[in-house]
């Protein structure tokens, strides 16, 4: 019944986390009846996304300076880079960052896992994470790391990824704490308030 072109978008719209058939139908629909002018700006923005916008080489979180290899946070010398804040994502990070309860650097792992199958383990960046932590100055990070912080969201699949981590990275020797349970089970950092995030860090454990 569709074209077979708003198919192919359902499709890609789809792969977006989170977003189910019925609402990647609903994207390529309202795109569909863009204005021409309007639905050009949109690529002409999509485009600029994959252009203009950088990750960190430290951290992965995007930027936008040309040129750069590190993020404003990375970069900041005032910042306690001894201490790498281990989360889930980007949104993660910014609400971690908008409590103000935090004065280290951080790693965005790239996801979580349900199950600890070696597939599933490959799609995070578990490797890059413990490079990062061996040899910091080989990613522009002139310190030495003497605590991981795991602020992985309180859910099962985030507890059993953080639990693979202390274990992968024991071998380290270094100060590895988890967030306190200061975060509803199942809830996620992304949309806790603040008082939680800082009573969270503030008790990790």
């Given amino acids: ?17 989170t977003i189910g058939e019925k ?65 889930e994502k980007e949104q993660d990070l910014i609400a971690i960052e ?34 990062r932590i061996i040899s910091p100055q080989k990613f522009g990070i002139n310190s030495k790391i003497k605590e991981i912080i795991l602020a992985l969201n309180p859910t099962t699949e985030g507890e059993a990824t953080a639990l693979y981590l202390k274990d992968y990275l024991k071998d380290l020797n270094l100060k590895i704490t988890k967030i306190a349970k200061g975060l509803p089970s199942g809830g996620e950092l992304e949309y806790a308030d603040q008082d939680s995030i800082i009573s969270a860090l503030k008790h990790r454990e």
């Fill in 98 to 131: 908008e409590s103000k309860a935090f004065k280290g650097i951080y790693f965005i792992l790239g996801g979580i896992v349900k199950r600890l199958k070696k597939e599933e383990l490959e799609k995070l960046r578990i490797k890059e994470l413990k490079e």
């Fill in 23 to 87: 609402t990647a139908l609903r994207f390529a629909l309202y795109l569909a009846k863009l204005p021409k002018e309007e639905f050009e700006k949109f690529i002409q923005n999509l485009k600029a996304l994959k252009e203009e916008v950088f990750l960190c080489q430290f951290c992965f979180f995007p930027f936008a300076e040309k040129g750069e290899k590190l993020c404003k946070i990375c970069k900041d010398t005032n910042r306690e880079r001894e201490i790498i804040c281990v989360v």
């Fill in 1 to 17: 019944m569709l074209p077979k072109v708003i198919i192919k978008i359902v499709e890609n719209f789809s792969k977006f986390p």
